[in-house]
């Protein structure tokens, strides 16, 4: 039986954003785990599924490590599971990753379906190093280690020539960008991709320097930033 890892959209509709064999393969089941039922019911249903004939569970950030596995039951009965994050890829800064880690301990194949991630379609656009380049999840909260690590980032990223991408929590962006633009040299390039796949979408790459005159604000929109020293 089989674990599919399955995107959900960023700002398009399933139709916009999923491939037709990736729809096809999510109309055929019956159970998911969902991060949240009701933006995953929402979800399904707008892909053509039937909502009321599907059976959700539940796995987020606050579900209990000993409880993963009684997830995977739909698997061990022969029949397909689905795993659905909130939007964008399952299991990249994303509690799935513990169901996945699950099936594959009992032997499961896990199948990831295309669809969209915000992480790449912001390296994308982004015109930073694409041959070398790390996801770093959230950096620290508090201000002090979220500038330590910040400047950990500038120096691993111009000693290897490598693009560092990291998101912040919406109501953080600008108490994140702003530590960004206070403690990296002038030289070093960063990227502020907002909004993707939205018809607000804003993607603009420039150097600190050119970030410190701007001093434009984010806002609380999603956002990916990514980081290359110079």
Request: with cysteine; hydrophobic share 50%; glycine share 8%.
């Given at each position: 039986?089989?674990?599919?890892?399955?995107?959900?959209?960023?700002?398009?509709?399933?139709?916009?954003?999923?491939?037709?064999?990736?729809?096809?393969?999510?109309?055929?089941?019956?159970?998911?785990?969902?991060?949240?039922?009701?933006?995953?019911?929402?979800?399904?249903?707008?892909?053509?599924?039937?909502?009321?004939?599907?059976?959700?569970?539940?796995?987020?950030?606050?579900?209990?490590?000993?409880?993963?596995?009684?997830?995977?039951?739909?698997?061990?009965?022969?029949?397909?599971?689905?795993?659905?994050?909130?939007?964008?890829?399952?299991?990249?800064?994303?509690?799935?990753?513990?169901?996945?880690?699950?099936?594959?301990?009992?032997?499961?194949?896990?199948?990831?379906?295309?669809?969209?991630?915000?992480?790449?379609?912001?390296?994308?656009?982004?015109?930073?190093e694409g041959q070398r380049f790390a996801f770093c999840g959230y950096l620290p909260r508090d201000g002090a280690d979220r500038a330590k690590r910040i400047r950990e980032l500038e120096v691993r990223s111009r000693r290897e020539r490598e693009t560092e991408i990291f998101i912040e929590t919406p109501y953080r962006n600008d108490a994140l960008f702003a530590a960004l633009l206070e403690g990296c040299a002038p030289s070093t390039r960063l990227c502020v991709a907002a909004d993707l796949s939205l018809s607000t979408e804003s993607i603009r790459t420039n150097s600190i320097a050119e970030w410190r005159r701007a001093r434009k604000a984010i806002g609380k929109r999603p956002a990916v930033f990514l980081l290359l020293g110079q």
């Open positions: 039986m089989i674990l599919y890892a399955i995107p959900s959209p960023i700002g398009a509709t399933p139709q916009d954003s999923l491939p037709a064999p990736a729809l096809a393969t999510i109309r055929s089941l019956k159970d998911f785990v969902v991060e949240n039922a009701k933006s995953a019911r929402a979800f399904l249903s707008a892909a053509g599924c039937k909502p009321r004939e599907l059976q959700l569970s539940e796995l987020s950030e606050h579900t209990v490590a000993a409880e993963v596995p009684a997830l995977l039951q739909p698997l061990r009965e022969g029949r397909a599971l689905g795993l659905v994050s909130e939007a964008g890829c399952p299991a990249i800064a994303d509690p799935g990753a513990a169901l996945i880690e699950a099936a594959h301990r009992e032997g499961f194949r896990v199948v990831p379906l295309i669809g969209p991630s915000s992480i790449t379609l912001a390296l994308m656009a982004s015109g930073l």
